[in-house]
């Protein structure tokens, strides 16, 4: 009788090949005033542009890293991205899911978005996401459209809201009467 566990070699399951571990290729990114950052490839492969335009770049003869131009993106924000794209190298890949009412934003994600916004400012964490934007840099986009959803639901009036981003009251006294008066008779109408 032989044992459960040992079968003939046709039964043994066979472990996948595993790569060998070679050390990581780094990329160049380079931001539209000719500022370079060297990156490494699975960071930068994050941003859905930049592994396009990896996909399509040659490596150069003499093995240096291939430079990535990154256009509309300035040179602070490609920085934030790249920490941002690095911390995640290893993790699961991303994958794009429906947004869940009360969906929390990743706990790193919020310390890195909340170092943001009090170190730098609103001007800095909206350059970023729109740095994050012109990257298709999903993940980023993600967690950097839940935390600026969530600071403008904090605003619970036109005037905190105006406060809070600096913008400028363009309307008359009269214009701004009269809009809420038609939004006034909108939501009587809604309730009926």
């Known amino acids: 009788m032989t044992h459960p566990k040992s079968r003939t070699s046709k039964h043994r399951r066979r472990r996948p090949a595993q790569p060998i571990a070679s050390a990581p290729s780094l990329v160049i990114l380079v931001a539209p005033d000719g500022k370079e950052f060297s990156v490494d490839e699975r960071a930068a492969r994050m941003a859905t542009a930049v592994d396009r335009s990896l996909d399509c770049t040659p490596t150069p003869a003499d093995g240096a890293p291939r ?3 990154v256009e509309n993106v300035d040179a602070k924000s ?3 991205v790249i920490e941002y794209c690095t911390h995640y190298i290893g993790a699961i890949p991303y994958r794009e899911t429906p947004v869940v009412r009360g969906e ?9 978005l909340d170092r943001i916004a ?3 400012g609103d001007n800095v964490l909206f350059a970023l996401y729109n740095a994050a934007f012109h990257m298709d840099a999903k993940r980023l986009l993600r967690s ?3 935390y600026i959803s969530n600071i403008i639901s904090s605003c619970k009036t036109t005037e905190n809201m105006r406060k809070r981003f600096n913008i400028k009251n363009d309307f008359t006294e009269a214009e701004e009467a009269e809009m809420r008066a038609e939004n006034t008779m909108r939501r009587a109408l809604r309730e009926e």
């Open 144 to 146: 950097g459209s839940h």
């Open 118 to 120: 009090t170190n730098d």
């Open 78 to 80: 490609l920085e934030l």
């Open 104 to 112: 929390k934003i990743p706990e790193w994600d919020q310390e890195f």
């Open 67 to 69: 430079k990535i131009p």
